[in-house]
């Protein structure tokens, strides 16, 4: 169950049932992942009153996701049948997600990966940190420095200049 809870010390409340992935921004939603039917998809769940929305990314076994910094898009990682994992950037308002980046990059969980400016997001292939643009414009590129292995990536620092990570 995904519950949402105030650092006032109020009680928490239940928002609904599945895996709490992120907050948006204006922090009226929670997106969340769920089992149907044998695979993991997202919901957008609101955290006061309205319906659960879902986002039927048909074909697609989402593993995580977040939003972006406008509040949106997500950008997801997710696998098809046979296929290894990628990642997505999906328009909230509707559409087809479109594929970022090669495949084989994945979201490392509990991070908040893209930049705030929502231009780039840092995704994890073949054990490296690397850099990719959300526009679909340019190539991958290694975050030089970065060691993946128990490192955790963590967030953008607030200019977009620096990443902050443990290591």
Not at 46 to 53: D, E, F, I, K, V
Not at 96 to 101: A, E, L, T, Y
Not at 135 to 142: I, K, L, M, S, V
């Amino acid at each position: 169950s995904v519950y949402l809870r105030g650092t006032d010390g109020s009680q928490a409340v239940r928002i609904g049932e599945g895996y709490g992935l992120a907050l948006s921004p204006d922090k009226k939603w929670v997106l969340a992942r769920r089992e149907e039917k044998g695979r993991q998809t997202l919901v957008l769940m609101p955290t006061g009153p309205g319906q659960t929305r879902p986002l039927p990314f048909e074909g697609l076994d989402v593993e995580t996701g977040v939003f972006t910094p406008d509040g949106l898009r997500i950008v997801f990682d997710a696998s098809a049948p046979g296929q290894p994992s990628r990642l997505y950037l999906a328009e909230l308002s509707g559409g087809k997600p479109r594929p970022v980046g090669p495949p084989g990059t994945r979201l490392q969980p509990f991070t908040n990966p893209v930049s705030p400016d929502g231009r780039r997001v840092v995704a994890l292939r073949e054990g490296k940190f690397i850099l990719l643009p959300l526009d679909g414009t340019g190539e991958p590129r290694e975050i030089p420095g970065l060691p993946a292995g128990l490192s955790r990536f963590a967030q953008w620092s607030s200019d977009g200049s620096s990443l902050y990570y443990a290591g």
